[in-house]
Nanobody, 120 residues
Framework: QVQLVESGGGLVQAGGSLRLSCAAS????????MGWYRQAPGKQRELVAT??????TNYAEYVKGRFTISRENAKKVHLQMNSLKPEDTAVYYC???????????????WGQGTQVTVSS
């Protein structure tokens, strides 16, 4: 079993900052990439940012320059969110591409989500 545990969500005023963390644990052989997605009410889940095992990052256009994804170690990542806007309000989900044993394919795993609410 693989678990992704998120922390750091909450309520913040527009222009404020929050830091999300995601820690992976369980039957993990190797992790190819970790990242964050978000889903606002009535909308589809969308990419926020990803980081690969070699440190390459990818950001959605709407968070570039405001959000920064970083890797603390092989199994823990952070998302620093600055200059938050009301439209950033959503449930943020951690995602990881994980191989649970040698010779098995990479699979996507998801956390339970953490609420981020930005008030105007």
């Amino acid at each position: 079993q693989v678990q992704l545990v998120e922390s750091g969500g909450g309520l913040v005023q527009a222009g404020g900052s929050l830091r999300l963390s995601c820690a992976a644990s369980g039957s993990i052989f190797t992790i190819k990439a970790m990242g964050w997605y978000r889903q606002a009410p009535g909308k589809q889940r969308e990419l926020v940012a990803t980081i690969t095992s070699d440190g390459s990052t990818n950001y959605a256009e709407y968070v570039k320059g405001r959000f920064t994804i970083s890797r603390e170690n092989a199994k823990k990542v952070h998302l620093q969110m600055n200059s938050l806007k009301p439209e950033d309000t959503a449930v943020y989900y951690c995602n990881a591409e994980i191989k649970t044993a040698w010779g098995t394919p990479f699979l996507h795993f998801w956390g339970q989500g953490t609420q981020v609410t930005v008030s105007s």
